[in-house]
Each structure stands twice: as structure tokens, then as C-alpha cells.
């Protein structure tokens, strides 16, 4: 079965200032997919961005990035030029693209910005 | 991307009583599951509701207590039986399609925050 591990509870960052999320998985498969989705006080999950493991470029979202080590099995996120509103839960999720295609998530990373 | 339509968004119930969870998407979808999200905590699968058919549940999770429908591709319920004050958590609905050009965005409904009394 695979795990996905978030070894820092909780962040925190200067408004403006960069900070990154670490996230480590276990899998003996080849094929599959990794996230980041973002949890604010209202609950709703917001995928923030995601990572195929088949392509080796890491993948951008605007001010989101994430530095995807395939052998070393670590996927972590950095968040640049943090503002108020990236202040959530963020959780790491892994996703196997074989049989059933459910999302085991990591146990999250609370970041906090400081204004 | 799917607009998901869960409700209700929160009830407070009494122990022993039953309360049934809707999930109900814009468009049909390949792929519904349901998640438990205890205080403080991370999201844990309950079940993947599968149309037509029994739900496929995961280990620690029983059809019993949470009893899911799925009768189309586009709604589901999850209820949750017989309840105590250990079942107060958030519940979410996911869903997504198969395919390898679709099908690794899940997207989740906003949430349905369960207090047992």
C-alpha cells in the first residue's frame, strides 16, 4: 500500500517571502500522479497543482512549484511571493493509475503567513 | 471541471439517529468516492461508490455503518448509521473520469460538517 508523509505540521512564512512544503511517499509503482491540494477554513479542497510521475519536468502553476525527485521519492511544493490568501491546510496526495484510482493523502502541513 | 453540489453543508445530530449525505455533480462522472476528514486531521477514504453496484469499501469501513448509493453517473449518497459522537467529522464527496487526459483532476465537493451529540 502506498503512504504519503508530511513531516512538518505546521509553516510559516513572511508575507512576500518564499517557503516550501516538504512531502515523501512510498510506491513500488511506476505510473501514477502526486498533488498538492489546499484546504482554507471554508473546507473545500483546492488542487493547487499536480505532477505526473512519467514526466521528469516539474511541474508550474503561476507562483506554485514543485521540485518532483522521482528515485528519492520526494515531491515538495514552493509557494513564491506568499500572500494573505495561502494561508490553509496543505495536503500532499498520491494516486496510483492502475486500479482503482483513489487519492491517499498525506496528514498535512497548516502554513501561516505573517503580514 | 465539475461543479459538485453537497448537501447538507452541516447538521448536529442526536446519537443514534441516521443522517444521509447527497453528492450530486453537474455532469456525469466515471469515478465517486467518499472521504471522512476527522477533527485535525487528514482525509481518509471510506468508499468508492460504484454505479449499479454494491460500493467497494476500504479497510476499517463497513457497509452497515455507511451505506452508499450510486444509481447514475451523476449523484450518490452516503449515509451515516446509527451515529455516536466519535462519527463528528467532515465528510466530502469526490469525483472524477478515467482516462489519462482527464482523469487526474479529482475535484471535491465543499463538505458536509457532521456534530454528534
Known amino acids: 500500500a502506498q503512504t504519503v508523509t508530511q513531516s512538518q505540521p505546521e509553516m510559516s512564512v513572511q508575507e512576500a517571502e518564499t517557503v516550501t512544503l516538504s512531502c515523501t511517499y512510498d510506491?513500488?509503482?511506476?505510473?501514477?500522479?502526486l498533488f498538492w491540494y489546499k484546504q482554507p477554513p471554508s473546507r473545500q479542497m483546492i488542487l493547487v497543482i499536480r505532477?505526473?510521475?512519467?514526466?521528469?519536468q516539474n511541474a508550474t502553476e503561476n507562483r506554485f512549484s514543485v521540485n518532483f525527485q522521482k528515485a528519492a521519492k520526494s515531491f515538495s511544493l514552493k509557494i513564491s511571493d506568499s500572500q494573505l490568501g495561502d494561508a490553509a491546510m496543505y495536503f500532499c496526495?498520491?494516486?496510483?493509475?492502475?486500479?482503482?484510482?483513489?487519492?491517499?493523502f498525506g496528514t498535512g502541513t497548516r502554513l501561516t503567513i505573517i503580514p | 471541471s465539475a461543479v459538485i453540489s453537497q448537501k447538507p453543508s452541516r447538521d448536529i445530530c442526536q446519537r443514534g439517529t441516521s443522517l444521509t449525505i447527497q453528492c450530486q455533480v453537474d455532469?456525469?462522472?466515471?469515478?465517486m468516492f467518499w472521504y471522512r476528514q476527522q477533527p485535525g486531521q487528514s482525509l481518509t477514504l471510506i468508499a468508492t461508490a460504484n454505479q449499479g453496484s454494491e460500493a467497494t469499501y476500504e479497510s476499517g469501513f463497513v457497509i452497515d455503518k455507511f451505506p452508499i448509493s450510486r444509481p447514475n453517473l451523476t449523484f450518490s449518497t452516503l449515509t451515516v448509521s446509527n451515529m455516536s459522537p466519535e462519527d463528528s467529522s467532515i465528510y466530502l464527496c469526490?469525483?472524477?473520469?478515467?482516462?489519462?487526459?482527464?482523469?487526474?483532476?479529482?475535484?471535491f465537493g465543499s463538505g458536509t460538517q457532521l456534530s454528534v451529540l
Open positions: 469526490s469525483v472524477g473520469n478515467r482516462g489519462r487526459a482527464t482523469n487526474e483532476k479529482l475535484f
Open positions: 505532477q505526473e510521475a512519467y514526466k521528469q
Open positions: 510506491t513500488s509503482e511506476s505510473d501514477y500522479y
Open positions: 455532469s456525469q462522472v466515471t469515478m
Open positions: 496526495a498520491y494516486r496510483s493509475n492502475f486500479g482503482n484510482e483513489k487519492l491517499t
